[in-house]
């Protein structure tokens, strides 16, 4: 987007107006993507500050090949992955009120909803963490499997593999039919 590569551009130059935008443009996706990863919205929010703080100390050194969403969505996952393999979050379900629902749905079809959330949320939890970054990148980052394949230095057929085999987990584990 050619928003995105002027705002970089300015960003940085210096622009805190720029990070400022960059910042207020993607944060309810980033948290979005860290939740889904990490299943835990307070992690999530640490590691989407942890990201900004990270990104204004190197801006110099950012580099932009694709589109600024991916890249960011791409660097939230990484401080995810590491997160979770310096056990500093073990990925669970989410606290009592973290959910994100729409509050403008009628009260019936709001507690229907946060309850399928919550079914989904357990379920994801449940899939390794690679088949999890997978489907949140392909499904919410709106990443290509070659992207997502190139970005973990992994084969097209892995990645396809992984979102295949965590797609079927997921169906297994919303109908019951796995037993843990």
């Keep these: ?12 130059r210096g622009s805190s107006e720029a990070l400022e935008r960059i910042y207020d443009k993607y944060e309810t996706y980033l948290i979005t993507v860290a939740t889904a990863l990490l299943n835990n919205t307070h992690a999530a929010e640490d ?22 969403k991916s890249y960011l969505a791409v660097c939230v996952a990484n401080l995810a992955r590491n997160k979770i393999k310096r056990r500093q979050i073990e990925p669970g379900s989410l606290d009592d009120g973290d959910s994100i629902v729409s509050t403008e749905s009628e009260p019936d079809l709001l507690a229907m909803q946060k309850e399928d959330v919550a079914k989904l949320n357990e379920a994801m939890a449940q ?37 295949r085999y965590g797609l079927d987990k997921l169906r297994s584990l919303l109908n019951s039919e796995v037993i843990i």
């Design 127 to 163: 899939l390794a963490y690679e088949q999890r970054e997978v489907i949140v990148l392909h499904l919410q980052g709106n990443m290509k499997f070659t992207q997502i394949a190139k970005l973990r230095s992994t084969s097209v057929n892995t990645i396809r593999s992984r979102y």
């Design 47 to 68: 590691v989407l500050h942890d990201f900004f703080v990270s990104f204004v100390q190197s801006a110099e050194k950012v580099k932009l090949n694709g589109n600024l």
């Design 1 to 12: 987007m050619l928003e995105d590569r002027l705002l970089l551009w300015k960003f940085k």
